[in-house]
């Protein structure tokens, strides 16, 4: 068994095999305007009434519909199933206080913890980025490990996450902290998917570049 686990027929370097599995793992467009469709609705939804309540009914609403779609398409819910579960997170804070802008502090608060967390990983070694890669290793998950190529690569991927995650606690804390509603809901659509995809092409100009070879184990499946 390769300590890679799966690698695609034809891959000849860590690269291409770290490549493959980001791209298993990625939803798509789909899967991104999904995650994002709630907190546009919200933002619709508390410039018209100001109202917590009315805003989080109206980004349910979204859920539920592409919920719904994925269900009768019969195709994976779990981008949908994700967004409904930040939803509800984010609800009980807002509910809670009364306040709109608590509904995004859980995000908030994610973002600072992933990016303690991911800078922490890639310190000790364990760099977040080579759990997606031993996902689909079927008997041992942690076999990437041994594999100091794959480590190497896989902490300088995890650093480009620590920087998405830096820039949106960065940006959003401050505007938080001033109650700004109408920036947060903003900021937060804008450092939401499409700072991902710049941080998948980052990590893609990584991939592309690196020319790190398989060692004989890891293609022989």
């Known amino acids: 068994m390769s300590l890679l686990g799966h690698v695609p027929p034809g891959a000849t370097t860590v690269e291409e095999v770290v490549r493959h599995r980001l791209a298993e793992g990625v939803g798509g467009i789909r899967g991104s305007v999904e995650a994002a469709l709630p907190t546009v609705a919200f933002v619709i939804a508390w410039s018209a009434s100001h109202d917590v309540r009315i805003s989080l009914g109206a980004a349910a609403a979204c859920v539920v519909v592409t919920l719904a779609v994925r269900l009768v398409q019969r195709q994976t819910p779990k981008f949908a199933l994700s967004s409904l579960g ?9 509910l809670r206080s009364g306040r709109a802008e608590d ?10 913890a992933l990016l303690a967390v991911s800078l922490l990983s890639v310190v000790t070694r364990w760099p977040m980025i080579g759990f997606i890669v031993g996902a689909t290793h079927p008997e041992d998950p942690l076999a990437w490990r041994t594999h100091a ?4 690569l896989c ?6 996450l620590a920087g ?7 940006v959003m804390v401050p505007l938080y902290l001033a109650d700004q509603v ?21 990590m893609g100009a990584l991939l592309l570049k690196g020319h790190t070879p398989l060692d004989p184990a890891d293609v022989a499946n």
């Not at 930040?86 to 807002?94: S, T």
């Not at 902490?155 to 480009?160: A, K, P």
């Not at 450092?191 to 941080?199: E, K, Q, R, S, T």
């Open 155 to 160: 902490q300088r991927l995890t650093l480009v």
């Open 164 to 170: 998405l995650y830096a820039v949106r606690a960065v």
């Open 149 to 152: 190529g794959v480590v190497r």
């Open 103 to 112: 509904a995004f502090l859980p995000g908030i608060l994610y973002s600072c």
């Open 182 to 202: 109408t920036w947060l809901a903003i900021t937060k659509i804008a450092l939401g998917w499409p700072l991902y995809l710049v941080a998948v092409a980052a």
């Open 86 to 94: 930040a939803l509800a997170i984010a609800a009980f804070f807002a």
